[in-house]
């Protein structure tokens, strides 16, 4: 049925994003390809990198490790599966895709699907606005490996630096507004192209660096330690708060639950298998936050650190390494400079839908961009303030002894990977699982074997529900009576 809605001309705007002229019959393959760039570009980032070990150290290791791999297949990859089966059906942002098909499949109008879709835009721009602020310390880390180097860094050096950045309010906001800035300059100007290539020598070169940096970590930390900590799970660990973290951990490294990833189906040539598309975006992040864990636990073992150390895990352990490595500084420049550049293809995927839905409602694209990264700006104060004056606030301590300690940074990421990207998983499969009818699942999914698109419908109607549902109710029955 629309087979050819791929065509520039049937985009609602023809100046916006969804001017995919590559992907039309000529180009098939660089288009598939170029829809796995971008989608590993938004997957893989800080979420892998610095979220990943902190959680994993904070939640006990193996277990959460172990929970996190299961709903990640399990429930997290159908969900993007989800995500980019509406995207590619609407070819809008998320809003228009999810109102424009609710109207076509349940005959009213998909207002509320419409405003689903903007909630999921509006906290797109809340996980911004830490984002932005944690991908600012990368920058002020790349820095200081420029200009002083890492060599003063053993663990208490290392402590110090991290404590003396988070208490400088006007360090911390340059750095965020500096990542900002230069993630705007690239949405504005639109150069999906130029990500679509940088990507293409970034992440090889991004691999060699992990690959590099856990050779040394295995090799010269304590890589048992490490090993059994990470993989050996210990189910006497077993609560909902860790499988909780787990589940809200895989939702965020593959950055579903707030439809955001529709913004990229439409990059998918129809007869792309979305399904193959989607596993090898979703095996690629897994590699890189089990390879971040490889480089960082050894380290975090050997120097007697703390794996519960909280969000400023790699930013104490790494330069650790980078003091004791030859070549030390050249490699933790590079690491740092990369990792904030996996930051930056991040955060554009998560203002591409806020853009593109305002320039379907006629804002400018210039405008919408500067609409976008003012208020993750203005939002991420509240981040930037959590490190230094408001770090005895504590917006959760009505919620029990768990989250007794959490600042209100701390407080917005717990409520993300707790609430909100579970509640909107769960719309998700509602949507593709029980609005869409079933020809429409099986169209999309027409490149895979027919018991790929049953799976698919299994998962979304059925365990994907069951399992998230059961997770929030206990995790929130378990904080209101804690
Ligand atoms: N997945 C990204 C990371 O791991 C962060 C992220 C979460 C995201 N949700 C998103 C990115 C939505 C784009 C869209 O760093």
Known sequence: MNNDHVSTDETPSGNGPYRHDESDGGHRFSSRFAFVLVAIGAAVGLGNVWKFPYLAGENGGALFVLLYLVFLVAIALPILIAEVLIGRRG?????????????????????????????????????MSFYSVVSGWTFDYMWTGVTQGFGAFDPDHSRGHLAALQASVPRLLAMQGLFILLTVTIVALGVRRGIEAAMRWMMPVMGVLMIGLVAYALITGASGRALSYLFSPDWSKLTVPVAAAALGQAFFTLSVGLGGMMTYGA???????????????????????LLAGLAIFPIV?????????????????????????????????????????????????????????????GIRRLHGTLIAAGSSWLLGIVTVLSFN?????????????????????????????????????LLIAWFAGR??????????????????????RLAVRWWAPIGIGALLVFNLTGITAG
């Open 389 to 425: 004056f408001w770090k005895d606030i504590h917006p959760l301590a009505w919620a029990g002894e768990r989250f007794a300690a959490a600042t209100p940074f701390m407080a917005i990421t717990l409520g993300l990977d707790n609430l909100v990207l579970p509640v909107g998983a």
């Open 91 to 127: 070819h809008v942002s998320p809003p228009h895709a999810l109102m424009r098909q609710a109207a076509e499949f349940t005959g009213r109008t998909g207002r509320g699907w419409y405003v689903i879709g903007i909630a999921g835009l509006f906290f797109g721009l809340v996980i």
């Open 435 to 456: 609005l869409l009818p079933e020809p429409a699942v099986v169209e999309q999914l027409s490149a895979d074997p027919r018991r790929v698109a049953r799976l698919f």
């Open 267 to 289: 990059y998918l040539p129809d007869r792309a298998s979305i399904v193959r598309a989607c596993t090898t975006v979703a095996l690629t992040d897994t590699m890189v936050a």
């Open 301 to 361: 073992f050997a120097e007697g650190l703390d794996p519960a150390g909280g969000p400023g895990l790699i930013f104490v352990t790494l330069p650790v390494a980078f003091a004791g490595m030859p070549g030390g500084d050249l490699f933790g420049v590079t690491f740092f400079a990369f990792l904030f550049l996996a930051a930056i293809t991040s955060a554009i995927a998560l203002y591409e839908p806020v853009i593109a839905w305002l320039e379907e409602r």
